[in-house]
């Protein structure tokens, strides 16, 4: 009995001592790999990179989304509504004259009786445009006033003045002036003569009116039977009206064409626009000239470089 409880413990021993032997030789598992690519990273890891990351974006802001075109669309110009040749002869565009003041010779005296008779009974013409002129009143003579060296003699209110003092009196935004028809014929005037005695004149007028606009007239020719009297050829027209255009280009000034319509083909006055032997135009020829400051208003507003405050349509 007692050797079979040895021979069984013995046995259990041995049992035991297998089991243990074979727990310890087995090798553990092995973890299985990780997938191929970026290197694992630890949660530490991962909250330090994401630390960095955001430290990184508060020290360098994202750049700022670009501003969107302006919608903000041009002011339009006014739309220029074409004036036809009836309309600008009944006046449609007649205010461009208002404040404005025409100063001349005797031929500008005839004028003005023209522009009141149109006026008569509420008549429309050349807006509020004065007209003063004087008999005897040549382009060398306004510039002698000018200087001091003659008495002045451009009658208004009572009054006389040189060319620049009345502008500055009546306060005229533009001043349109036509002298010189026949100072060749007296002063025998050169055509840089002319240029000469108009700069005066204007310098004069812009000094004391800064503002005032400056519009010359082509100086009118003769009949060819009273140039030559004076051994006037036709050509010294033509020649100090080009001067005038260059004049007026170089300085920014306007002109009216006024000596072309009335000028015949041989380069003289039309007989049939003159009121006497000399060269003052009658009806015929006043109305040419009133055609020819209405057809400078009309450039001027197809041009854009005056806006009437009243459209022709309306």
Known sequence: MCFMKRNLCTIVSVLLLCCMLFACGTPAPEPAPEPTGAPSVSAAETEVTAEAAATQASAEPSAPEPTPASTVLPTPKPTVVPVSDEELNSGALDSFFDDSVLIGDSMTVGFSHFVSAKRKNGGVCLGSL?????SGLFLKNAYQIEIGTRSAALSY????????DLVQVIGAKTL?????????????????????????????????????????ITIPPVLKTYAKDFAYDSRYNIDVNEALYRYCRENGFG??????????????????????DQFHLNLESDALWLAALREYARTQYESGAWIPEKTPES
Not at 130 to 134: A, D, Q, V
Not at 157 to 164: D, K, N, T
Not at 176 to 192: H, M, P
Not at 194 to 207: G, K, L, P, W
Request: include cysteine.
């Open 130 to 134: 004065k007209c003063i002129g004087r």
């Open 157 to 164: 209110r009572g009054r006389a003045y040189s060319v620049s």
């Open 176 to 216: 349109y002036l036509l002298l010189g028809v026949n100072d060749v014929y007296v002063y025998n005037n050169t055509v840089e003569d002319d240029i000469s005695y108009f700069d005066e004149i204007i310098r004069n007028t812009r000094e004391k009116s800064p503002d005032v606009q400056i519009v010359l």
């Open 255 to 276: 002109i009216v064409e006024l000596a072309a319509r009335l000028r015949g083909e041989d380069g003289y006055l039309n007989r049939s626009y003159c009121s006497d």
